[in-house]
């Protein structure tokens, strides 16, 4: 499987960054007036790594490229208390503002507040809704897609004639969705801040499996120009991280008909039995300053493939005879068929072509590489099985050793994720593989 490792500073990157948060706001006193030098630092929970800053002369402050999670703010500042918040939760895409008031005071004191109302978005003028991780696991999804989830969006649908612009060459979880009357292939999809569009037809490659996905955004309406390329709408998916504590898990989920209900009108059980499988992992290398995460997931599928009628040569045909084929009963119009020799134009006797005549490589061609039917028409009734198995991975693309040399502090997100999907018949190789290779924020 090749790898392309992506070797650049955390700096270069931050201005692409879209898969992030962003925290600004005022400190000030009691009276409302600035404060400048105030040291502010944004702590994130689960893994302790601090963002911290100073307000300037006005007392304004900016914390952008924040990874998405729960943190805790602190600010502080000489002859005043300490002043910490708890409770607030950055999503993708968001910039909130979050103001501080200072109380009179010494450095050992300190105020505490927990945020419980509603953050306001003051940087971005689009309508987003996220789409958060409880939904992704707790919501029934057909095969594990999560771009069924797209549609919790408001004004969102699928076309009525299906996925008409989604065809062979296009990966098989990719969709067409309008969002806000857009085209159906007018929605941009970003994965961890990088282009996840097919180029070809602009509709989705594939999003990691629920169990790897943090969270993601649907956003529409008056677009920030960063996201750029298509007007309907932006899909940003963000993978999960790493933390100081160790997590993942073991999942697999079953379909088999037999444990299926009969469909009402139907004379058997539903053929199909999938089995989806997988693990997460997720931990530190450095406390507070290094963290890893992966996960895989597998399908297996198997069902009874559709039937399929076709023609092809019986025995008589293959000596030059065919009056069977030709005869008004194997005929759609009810009509039997004339054979002519286009030298003379004269009909074939018995409807019987000389031996003579008959090409020999396409004889040849015809004994030994398709079947003969038994049928006197040259009808076979037979079925291609379709497996449809997929393997996914999610994996991060910078090495430790690179990372560390960058001291790169945030928890590395899903820079790899390679997908497999099979094709007609098992064992045979992947029909194609995919790697999406966002940027780092």
């Not at 649908?157 to 969705?177: A, D, E, L, R």
């Not at 020799?341 to 074939?348: E, I, V």
């Amino acid at each position: 499987m090749p790898v392309l490792f992506l070797l650049c500073s955390t700096s270069s990157l931050r201005a692409q960054a879209v898969a992030v948060a962003q925290v600004s706001g005022t400190v000030t006193d009691a009276s409302g007036s600035a404060i400048p030098n105030a040291q502010v630092r944004m702590t994130e929970t689960d893994k302790q790594t601090v963002h911290s800053t100073t307000t300037d002369a006005t007392g304004t402050y900016v914390l952008p490229n924040l990874p998405v999670g729960p943190y805790k703010l602190e600010a502080q500042a000489s002859g005043f208390k300490n002043y910490v918040q708890t409770g607030i939760v950055l999503q993708v895409g968001s910039s909130i503002s979050v103001n501080i008031a200072m109380q009179v005071g010494g450095v050992s004191e300190s105020v505490e507040v927990t945020a419980g109302t509603q953050m306001v978005e003051t940087r971005e003028s689009g309508v987003a809704q996220v789409i958060d991780e409880k939904r992704i696991n707790d919501l029934p999804l057909n095969g594990r897609q999560a771009t069924q989830l797209v549609l919790l969006s408001g004004a969102s649908y699928q076309p009525p004639g299906g996925n008409s612009m989604v065809g062979s060459k296009n990966y098989n979880s990719s969709t067409t969705i309008s969002v806000a009357g857009g085209q159906f292939n007018g929605t941009a999809y970003l994965l961890d801040g990088g282009d996840n569009t097919d180029t070809m037809t602009n509709v989705n490659l594939p999003f990691p499996f629920p169990d790897a996905l943090q969270e993601f955004s649907v956003e529409t309406s008056a677009l920030s120009a960063r996201f750029g390329t298509h007007p309907g709408a932006t899909v940003n998916v963000v993978t999960k991280s790493g933390s100081n504590q160790i997590h993942g898990d073991l999942f697999e989920y079953l379909r088999n008909g037999n444990v299926n209900a009969r469909p009402f009108f139907g004379t058997t059980h539903d053929s199909l039995k999938r089995n989806i499988f997988g693990a997460t992992l997720g931990g530190k290398i450095i406390a507070n300053k290094l963290f890893f995460f992966g996960g895989w997931q597998s399908t297996r599928n198997r069902s009874q493939p559709p039937t399929v009628i076709s023609n092809v040569p019986t025995a008589a045909v293959l000596t030059g005879d065919f009056s069977g084929i030709t005869a008004a009963n194997c005929q759609s119009s009810g009509n039997a068929i004339t054979l002519k020799d286009p030298s003379t134009g004269n009909p074939y006797p018995g409807n019987k072509i000389p031996a003579a005549q008959l090409n020999q490589a396409a004889l040849k061609l015809a004994t030994n590489y398709v079947p003969i039917s038994n049928d006197p028409c040259g009808k076979i009734t037979y079925g291609i099985p379709q497996t449809g198995d997929e393997d996914q991975s999610v994996r991060p693309l910078l090495p430790r050793a690179v990372q560390q040399s960058f001291g790169i502090r945030r928890p590395q997100p899903a820079d790899h994720y390679p997908a497999r999907k099979s094709g007609a018949r098992p064992g045979r190789h992947p029909r194609r593989q995919l790697f999406v290779q966002p940027d780092d924020a």
